[in-house]
């Protein structure tokens, strides 16, 4: 599901979405990975400051909040060439500022950047789309990465 919903509220700027994408000889997979088809906008702004060739994204159906574990999991799927940006799809996040400092520390560190993304943000992007289309997931997206790297 959250594969569609991201075909809907980012193309054209990602495409070419494959679900369980295997790395290093299949000893590691990525839940979903999109091409950066990016001509203008956050993505292509993004390409600026990292490499984000693929952009990675991890679904988390978890009643509780992502921990440093999986947020090194997500990390350690990034290299130059695949690119050192993902997004943690997850049910909710009860503390999203601890969440956004874990995030500040990936970045501080120069091990990429993972922007969050809860059900309830896709939610309120699919009530915009009609009206602001892309826009909206892209402004949400601008202002997390604002918040992780201004820590």
């Known amino acids: 599901m959250v ?9 054209p700027n990602l495409g070419n979405p494959q679900i369980e994408r ?4 299949g000893r590691k997979r990525i839940d979903i990975t999109f091409d950066n088809c990016a001509d203008d906008g956050f993505f292509y702004r993004l390409g600026n400051d990292i490499p984000c060739r693929f952009i990675m994204v991890e679904c988390k159906n ?5 921990a440093n574990p999986e947020l090194d999991q997500l990390s350690g799927r990034f290299s130059p060439r695949r690119g050192q940006f993902g997004i943690a799809a997850c049910r909710s996040i009860e503390n999203m500022e ?7 520390d990936t970045w501080n560190d ?3 950047l993972i922007i969050p993304i809860v059900d309830d943000d896709l939610v309120h992007l699919l009530t915009l789309f009609p009206t602001r289309g892309t ?14 790297a201004l820590r």
């Open 22 to 25: 295997e790395i290093h000889d």
């Open 3 to 11: 594969v569609g919903v991201f075909e809907l509220l980012f193309y």
């Open 135 to 148: 826009a909206a997931g892209e402004a949400l997206l601008q202002d997390r990465y604002r918040q992780i």
């Open 62 to 66: 978890y009643s509780r909040d992502i």
């Open 98 to 104: 601890l969440f956004l400092s874990r995030c500040a």
């Open 110 to 112: 120069s091990r990429g």
